[in-house]
């Protein structure tokens, strides 16, 4: 069981100090005409946790993730971010609020180059004007500087050095997948959207890509939303987890409990019929 | 081994981020402005510079703001010849209105004006993509050029419907008009050649260049990240506008000197122009300049070496120019999909590497 005080957080078994609630669902449901993909779902995010949303194909998890960073925005249902309750707000405008995502299937620029990829994660912490841009003086250059800095130190992370100027339509699918990451993380994100990050990867690139999130939770405190169909990964990553299936919330809570939750074994295993 | 790039350690990160990385690059930069600075002044004269060199620097300009909207951003515009239009006819009202405005000063203002009617008509890039895009830009086209033609008061009421450019004078040189001559305007043409190329390059390498191409490459993951779409296209059609606009007034006010709107500036410029950014290389600078070159240059030497050289009839070249021109575009895109920078790419990195062949 978890030691949960409502507003103070919890500790991990490993001895993380998590903290209060940094984002809430309440009652959330989206349906697209006739399709109810979420059907009235609550659940909380806390700071510096590893959250993970299961459920088989279909059940509305990536709809969930759209709705956390603004793609959708559901017919019911409130978001609370920070505290407040978060008015409708542009993908762009959600960008900047400090939540960045990375995608199911892949969406990096193909026509730039890997760097080029990173830095437009810093996209939204650069701000120099037009004309400094133009004429490249003062501003726009010293920013452009200290900005490939920190870029760096995010190459450096996630040790894809070797591939900086390299142009991402030649990568491999792996190390594609590692490109988007550390251009989400460049942005420096309170949260952390990640929609099957380990899809279609072996267990060599699997083991890589858990040990960065766990970096990346440990080293930057960022707090990570994950949906991975990966049993084993998901159970071994994550604090808690929120279970989905046809578009409402089954299970919630620790890995353990949602394993023991009829229901979840129910919709994953299916049961006996006498 | 002039031309390698083993050796050349960079030691900062504003050093590894500079326009010519490679050593022989930044030296071959620097002796080609010193040439057309310097050289070129001394030997132009008129048939040179209305022949090759003044279209060619023009067009490269307008190449140039085309590529930052559709190689840069991603937007397809058929509109660029009625942009230019904008940029002639602005230049023209606003010297005839204000005869003592520095040249410089008026043609940088039409390049604003074109600017404004360009986010105008980029305002539908908001709701259609690609072809559809590309036909919405049409309406720009021929609005634009039956507004110069119909409506008197753009053309101050000339019984021809033609406006001509009156003499004006740059640095106590006239630069427009007949007094001109091939120094003055080639020098002046230049100069707004190199500086916009300068500002194009400077555009394209920080933020804003690379909220474009986020744009133009995935445009839902851009806005994802955080860019604003409506900000990113409007800003790559007011800056494109605005090359083009200037381009146009160069045409009109250098380089032609009397233009009737349909007849110069109608839709075969907005596809010469486009043609000149597909040959050249979406997303390059350089491109813009070698398509503008291989289009402009191109026919010029065929003639030379056609009727000069071989003896030709002028008729029956005319109408060879026009064919082979048509079949070395298809060959360039054919060895070359990705236009002549690509090919020079290849060039490069086969460089590299000689006279060993791994």
Known sequence: MLDTKPD??????????????????????????????????????????????????????????????GFY???????????????????????RTGIARTFQNIALFEGMSVLDNIMTGRLNLMNAGFISQAMWWGKAAREEEEHREKVEKVIDFLEIQHIRKTPVARLPYGLKKRVELARALAAEPSILLLDEPMAGMNVEEKEDMSRFILDVNDEF????????????????????????????????????????????IKAYLGVEHD | MIYREAGDFKTSYAADNQTFPIRGDRVAYYLVIAFAFLVVPFFINDYWANSIVLPFLIYAIAALGLNILIGYCGQLSLGSG?????????????????????????????????????????????????FYLAVATLAAQFFLIWLFTQQPWF??????????????????????????????MYLFCLMFAVALAWLARNLTRGTMGR?????????????????????????????????IGVAGALLFGVYLGAVEAGEAFGIDKSFL?????????????????????????????????LVNQLGWPSDLAAHLEIMIVGALILVVLILEPHGMTALWRTIKEKLRLWPFPH
């Not at chain 1, 001895?15 to 059907?39: D, P, S």
């Not at chain 1, 405190?221 to 990966?230: A, F, Q």
């Not at chain 2, 133009?216 to 800003?235: F, H, Q, T, Y």
């Open chain 2, 155 to 184: 053309y101050n009421n000339s019984p021809t419907g033609m406006i001509s450019m009156p003499t004006r004078e740059f640095l106590g040189y006239p630069v427009t008009g007949a007094r001109a001559s091939a120094v003055s």
């Open chain 2, 211 to 243: 909220k474009w191409m986020a744009i133009r490459d995935m445009d839902i993951a851009a806005e994802i990240i955080g860019v604003n779409p409506m900000l990113a296209k409007l800003s790559a059609f007011a800056v494109s506008s605005f090359f």
């Open chain 2, 82 to 130: 009625a942009f230019m239009a904008v940029g002639a006819y602005a230049t023209f009202k606003l010297t005839v209105a204000f005869p003592g405005m520095s040249i410089v000063f008026v043609i940088l203002l039409a390049g604003l004006v074109t600017a404004a009617v360009g986010v105008l008509f980029g305002l539908p890039s908001l709701r259609i993509k690609g």
């Open chain 2, 273 to 305: 122009i486009l043609f000149m950014v597909i040959i050249g290389g979406l997303g390059s600078i350089l491109g813009s300049f070698l398509g503008a070159a291989f289009l402009i240059v191109g026919p010029v030497l065929l003639k030379l070496l």
């Open chain 1, 73 to 95: 925005h559901p017919q019911d249902g409130e978001v609370w971010y920070k505290g407040y309750r978060r008015a409708r707000m542009r993908p762009y405008q959600v960008a």
């Open chain 1, 8 to 69: 103070e957080g919890y500790t991990t078994a490993d001895g993380r100090q998590i903290g209060g609630v940094a984002m809430e669902m309440k009652n959330i449901t989206l349906r697209f005409g006739g399709v109810v993909a979420i059907k009235d779902i609550s659940f909380d995010i806390r700071w510096g946790e590893i959250r993970a949303i299961i459920g088989p194909n279909g059940a509305g998890k990536s709809s969930m993730l759209n709705v956390i960073s």
């Open chain 1, 221 to 264: 405190n960022t707090t990570i939303v994950l949906i991975e169909h990966d049993m084993g990964v998901v159970m071994d990553l994550s604090d808690r987890v929120v279970v989905m299936d046809y578009g409402k919330k089954i299970g919630d809570g620790t890995p353990d409990e949602v394993r023991n939750n009829e229901e979840v």
